[in-house]
């Protein structure tokens, strides 16, 4: 009798999901290859998050400046460094950024979704 019930009541889930798909207005599923590395498991990917971030040489507020970042752009990590026991630096291919001036991210998409929502909200 148990057997009976789970099989009608799987069989009117089945039928629910069935019904409710509108082959019309299916959209089809795009695999976005432009950015390989952007669910790597093993990459992590910042987003700027201050007006401006001037990039180091060095892993610390002394080193000579590189180039400049703005708020939103996302940078690939390539390395980090724990500078006296407190200041958290990333590496990137520009140079060194200190933490306080950007945002982890486990992959891209999540990367990119943040810069959307930072953006709307400087509008």
Same mark, same amino acid.
């Given at each position: 009798?148990?057997?009976?019930?789970?099989?009608?009541?799987?069989?009117?889930?089945?039928?629910?999901?069935?019904?409710?798909?509108?082959?019309?207005?299916?959209?089809?599923?795009?695999?976005?290859?432009?950015?390989?590395?952007?669910?790597?498991?093993?990459?992590?990917?910042?987003?700027?998050?201050?007006?401006?971030?001037?990039?180091?040489?060095?892993?610390?507020? %002394?080193?000579?400046?590189?180039? &400049?970042?703005? +708020?939103?752009?996302?940078?690939?990590? !390539?390395?980090?460094?724990? /500078? @006296?026991?407190?200041?958290?630096?990333?590496?990137?291919?520009?140079?060194?950024?200190?933490?306080? %001036?950007?945002?982890?991210?486990? &992959?891209?998409? +999540?990367?990119?979704?943040?810069?959307? !929502?930072?953006?709307?909200? /400087? @509008?």
């Amino acid at each position: 009798m148990k057997r009976k019930h789970f099989f009608i009541a799987a069989a009117g889930i089945l039928f629910l999901i069935l019904s409710s798909c509108n082959k019309s207005n299916d959209m089809p599923i795009t695999l976005d290859n432009s950015e390989p590395l952007a669910l790597a498991p093993d990459v992590s990917w910042a987003v700027v998050n201050v007006s401006y971030a001037v990039f180091r040489t060095k892993p610390e507020w %002394s080193a000579e400046s590189r180039e &400049n970042s703005r +708020k939103g752009e996302i940078l690939q990590v !390539k390395g980090n460094f724990l /500078n @006296n026991g407190k200041d958290i630096w990333y590496l990137f291919d520009k140079g060194w950024l200190p933490a306080e %001036s950007i945002t982890i991210y486990n &992959n891209r998409y +999540k990367a990119v979704n943040a810069v959307k !929502k930072l953006m709307e909200n /400087n @509008n």
